[in-house]
């Protein structure tokens, strides 16, 4: 189930950037699971990765190389995470490296591996490298669509973006893919996002720009609540725009934020989506709060109440759930005399009890569409915070309990 997803958009070409995908029957098969994206020499690149500390092989050696070198490529496989497999599945992640690397002529230290699925199981490495020559001629500039195609897992449909934006009188090109359906929580919603411009970007201004749109973004989405262990978004920017190089201040480089930050916005809502199982696309805004921390400590507890996600499948105006997630939430000065709920266009509660206004009837309807937006005011300050979620349905449960199988 998707919500409000009728496929993947069309997908620009990002000049010095080369995708592929190809089968290798890691878990499924005949469907794609590996995937190779190529930059040309050159490119910048920036990261930002799970903060689980039970970080996944893949993870561990992206982010060495990372310091080490710009990456030449990136390969991504499905179906196995590729963590808690100790040494071995360092090996593992290396030896993808070293034989991607000999196929496209670099260093193994330019290439950064990914994996996700199942957790705990070694990937079946002989499958995956020997479909590393055929991953490689499949590559081609406008293999966006298959790569999307390629990093799915309990994805129902491919998620892309593209934006174009004028710098310096050139203009730029941003895409990006994603996968990701459950394992979703903040700190790095499991995910993997790619994205590319042909922007010309000093490396400090594009380690900014991937922090604050990942922050706008990809830290602002739950689905089920739970951290994964492989997460990370990469940005690259092979500079073949021609634009003057984007420095970290100005037009160019707010210009810039915002075109990549839409992309991640759009990719990250298309997960919660298409998160597990979901039938509703949930808003959650509190405002007039005496800090964003303290609005988003609000919205994430929530989003991530499984008796709130429960009500909102159940199209059940619950409210007294949403004010209990409200009530302990970790917010040291809660004044919850001043409090006030609206779904949708109804208030529900006002001033911490219910609406004199308000009417089961009306809360059942607005409970009722597809997407939903739950406004919260705390009373207290000039801050907000959004972020979006889904709910949970029978078939959350079912996906996830035959996961394996």
Not at 51 to 74: K, S, W, Y
Not at 79 to 101: I, R
Not at 336 to 354: A, E, F, K, Q, T
Request: glycine share 8%; net charge neutral; proline share 5%.
């Amino acid at each position: 189930m998707t919500v409000g997803l009728t496929g993947l958009p069309p997908l620009l070409v990002v000049p010095g950037i080369r995708s592929g995908a190809a089968a290798a029957g890691l878990r499924k098969p005949g469907r794609r699971d590996v995937v190779v994206i190529e930059c040309v020499p050159g490119t910048e690149a920036a990261a930002v990765f799970t903060r689980n500390r039970f970080c996944a092989a893949p993870v561990v050696v992206a982010r060495a190389h990372l310091e080490r070198a710009m990456p030449r490529a990136l390969v991504i496989n499905t179906g196995y995470a590729n963590a808690g497999t100790g040494l071995p599945g360092m090996h593992d992640a290396e030896a993808c490296c070293s034989a991607l690397a000999k196929q496209l002529g670099c260093e193994a230290h330019e290439v950064l591996p990914f994996s996700t699925g199942v957790i705990g199981e070694r990937i079946p490495l002989d499958r995956l490298l020997a479909a590393l020559p055929a991953t490689v001629r499949e590559l081609r500039e406008d293999g966006w669509s298959d790569a999307a195609q390629g990093i799915m897992t309990t994805d129902t449909v491919p998620k892309g973006a593209s934006r174009r934006v004028s710098l310096g009188g050139r203009e730029v090109t941003v895409t990006g893919i994603a996968k990701g359906a459950g394992m979703i929580q903040p700190n790095m919603a499991t995910m993997l996002a790619f994205i590319a411009t042909d922007a010309a970007v000093t490396r400090e201004t594009l380690r900014a720009c991937i922090g604050t749109a990942a922050d706008a973004s990809f830290n602002r989405i739950t689905v089920d609540g739970d951290t994964s262990t492989n997460d990370a978004c990469v940005l690259l920017a092979t500079g073949r725009a021609g634009n003057p190089r984007v420095d970290h201040a100005g037009p160019s480089y707010d210009a810039l934020r915002a075109a990549v930050t839409e992309v991640c916005m759009e990719l990250a809502q298309a997960i919660v989506r298409d998160g597990e199982g979901a039938t509703k696309f949930i808003t959650i805004e509190v405002t007039e709060g005496e800090s964003e921390t303290d609005c988003l400590e609000v919205a994430n507890t929530i989003a991530n109440s499984p008796l709130v996600k429960t009500a909102f499948f159940a199209s059940d105006p619950n409210w007294g759930r949403i004010l209990a997630a409200i009530g302990r939430a970790r917010v040291s000065r809660l004044d919850v005399h001043r409090v006030c709920l609206w779904i949708n266009d109804v208030r529900v509660v006002r001033d911490g009890s219910l609406a004199p206004d308000y009417t089961e009837a009306a809360g059942r309807a607005a409970m009722r569409p597809a997407e939903i937006r739950v406004r919260v005011s705390l009373g207290a300050g000039r801050y907000s915070a959004r972020v979006w979620t889904c709910d949970f349905s029978h078939d959350y449960v079912s996906i996830n309990a035959d996961y394996r199988s």
